[in-house]
T-cell receptor, first 109, second 114 residues
Framework: GEDVEQSLFLSVREGDSSVINCTYT??????LYWYKQEPGAGLQLLTYIFSNMDMKQDQRLTVLLNKKDKHLSLRIADTQTGDSAIYFC?????????FGTGTRLLVSP | GAVVSQHPSWVICKSGTSVKIECRSL??????MFWYRQFPKQSLMLMAT?????????EQGVEKDKFLINHASLTLSTLTVTSAHPEDSSFYIC??????????FGQGTRLTVV
């Protein structure tokens, strides 16, 4: 079945870059997503990448996809305290999303 | 993108009572909606896929008689937690998929059963 894994915790200083990693097992995934969840709130879609792409950049966010290794990463440049949240990667199976365990990003001043 | 509204955002109920959570797609006709549950410090787990006009499809391990899903229109799906118990306390989130590219989520409902 599908399985998506992430490291649980990442701590960075304000202004540094953050890299959140994700591995998945379903090679038939069409799209891969990154979501941000702030405390008590629903998920906010940050960005997504189509499986035939290697990289996608959107302002401070860069997504890298290594399809051979089934590895996805999210880089946040110039990380701010407002970026502190839980970040979930997700991949599509057949119309449903399978989520990773979430990475808690803590940004310190 | 689609706007998804979930109500209520927060509810406390007594053990043994039932609670209904609504999920509305405000600007998009959703034939399919998804219900997720998130326990503290854990990931989202898909509970069921709600299909307009037909029965919901439940994931393995989710009791369909306990979590009743009704998707009576293209803009509304409801999840009723029947005979709630403290172990049902969780964060429930609905979502809609727009095409194959984007999923939009409600703001979530935090259920506390006392």
């Amino acid at each position: 079945g599908e399985d998506v894994e992430q490291s649980l915790f990442l701590s960075v200083r304000e202004g540094d870059s953050s890299v959140i990693n994700c591995t998945y097992t379903d090679s038939s995934s069409t799209y891969l997503y990154w979501y941000k969840q702030e405390p008590g709130a629903g998920l906010q879609l940050l960005t997504y990448i189509f499986s035939n792409m290697d990289m996608k950049q959107d302002q401070r966010l860069t997504v890298l996809l290594n399809k051979k290794d089934k590895h996805l990463s999210l880089r946040i440049a110039d990380t701010q305290t407002g970026d502190s949240a839980i970040y979930f990667c997700a991949e599509t199976g057949f119309q449903k999303l399978v989520f990773g365990t979430g990475t808690r990003l803590l940004v310190s001043p | 993108g689609a706007v998804v509204s979930q109500h209520p955002s927060w509810v406390i109920c007594k053990s043994g009572t039932s609670v209904k959570i609504e999920c509305r797609s405000l600007d998009f006709q959703a034939t399919t909606m998804f219900w997720y549950r998130q326990f503290p410090k854990q990931s989202l787990m898909l509970m069921a896929t709600s299909n307009e006009g037909s029965k919901a499809t439940y994931e393995q391990g989710v009791e369909k008689d306990k979590f009743l899903i009704n998707h009576a229109s293209l803009t509304l799906s409801t999840l009723t937690v029947t005979s709630a118990h403290p172990e049902d306390s969780s964060f429930y989130i609905c979502s809609v998929l727009q095409g194959d590219t984007e999923a939009f989520f409600g703001q979530g409902t935090r259920l506390t059963v006392v």
